[in-house]
């Protein structure tokens, strides 16, 4: 009976299966395509999932603090589109990219400061300002290709002892949101405004000001994650970012954060990016229509949210 109520206990159960799941999948795919297991396949899925990883970081940072913000892939377009403007007008890489971490850093802060100072929904006032960002990116863009003119190729495509560069950043940042959450007085702030937020305000907690610096984090990591997929890319539309906030969104949820604030952790987010990328390349190596794909992402997603909400009821009747 105590090892079912240890939420530790249960937290080691679910990362278990993950990694279950993984395997299997990779195991079947590896068996009907043995290109699957090779190395530079595997090096391939690791680059292809750090702007992922990324943004799952950040949704990981606000989930915890039971917020999330649902216009970091607009945000993405946004930021990328300024990007490739600045370059193709002739100004040079650094400074366009300093430019671009400033926005993407101002727009988490409005985020943050709309939330908070609303009282509002975080979903509803996101959802919002997703479509603000988007329409903003398509004015700049004119709705066309921006092309980064070559530059940053070393973040794209480079890589350090045969490790993609992409992936460094995101092991990097996995390492520093790890260590913000569990050994920072901020960290354990957001844990106690996830938790409960009336208490944390009664504790003298800032709660309003913790939420803006969170979605103020949130909105650098996604400059970072910005600058990832440009480089990778080496061009891209406004819509570039598009799908990215509901996939980290997935990938958190599959790695044990729940809506209720809290409750996650780095190795379980990134887990739940691997497998979102395990099974996206799975398909690919085996030939899925990219029609089928989509579909099979969708019933990934609605499966999460209801095991999530189903293992919460369970919880509430022990």
Request: hydrophobic residues 55%; aromatic residues 6%.
């Amino acid at each position: 009976m105590g090892n079912r109520n240890n939420p530790f206990s249960r937290t080691r159960t679910e990362k278990l299966v993950l990694i279950g799941i993984i395997a299997a999948i990779c195991v079947t795919a590896g068996v009907i395509n043995r290109n699957f297991f090779a190395v530079r396949n595997f090096l391939a899925i690791l680059q292809q999932i750090s702007v992922l990883g990324i943004i799952a970081m950040a949704m990981l940072s606000l989930m915890i603090a039971r917020t999330l913000d649902l216009s970091l892939g607009a945000l993405i377009g946004l930021c990328g589109v300024i990007l490739c403007k600045m370059v193709m007008a002739g100004h040079s890489i650094y400074p366009a990219v300093l430019v671009v971490i400033l926005v993407a850093v101002f727009c988490g802060f409005l985020n943050g400061l709309i939330v908070t100072k609303s009282n509002s929904e975080p979903l509803i006032i996101t959802l919002g300002m997703s479509f603000f960002y988007n329409g903003l990116a398509l004015a700049i863009s004119d709705g066309g290709f921006l092309s980064l003119k070559g530059n940053l190729k070393w973040l794209g495509s480079g890589s350090v002892l045969g490790i993609p560069v992409s992936v460094l950043v995101l092991l990097v940042l996995m390492v520093v949101i790890h260590g913000m959450l569990k050994f920072t007085k901020f960290g354990r702030r957001l844990h106690i405004i996830g938790a409960n937020e009336e208490l944390a305000y009664l504790s003298g907690i800032a709660v309003d000001k913790n939420k803006i610096i969170n979605y103020t984090l949130a909105g650098l990591i996604t400059g970072i994650a910005t600058l990832v997929l440009v480089a990778r890319l080496g061009n891209l539309l406004a819509g570039s970012g598009n799908g990215y906030e509901f996939r980290a969104l997935s990938a958190a949820i599959i790695g044990g954060v729940t809506f209720e604030g809290a409750k996650g952790d780095v190795a379980g987010v990134f887990l739940g990016v691997i497998l979102l990328g395990i099974v996206s390349n799975a398909m690919n190596v085996l030939g899925v229509s990219a029609f089928y794909q989509t579909a099979i992402l969708g019933v990934i997603i609605v499966a999460a949210v209801t095991v999530s909400n189903l293992n919460k009821k369970r919880r509430n009747r022990i």
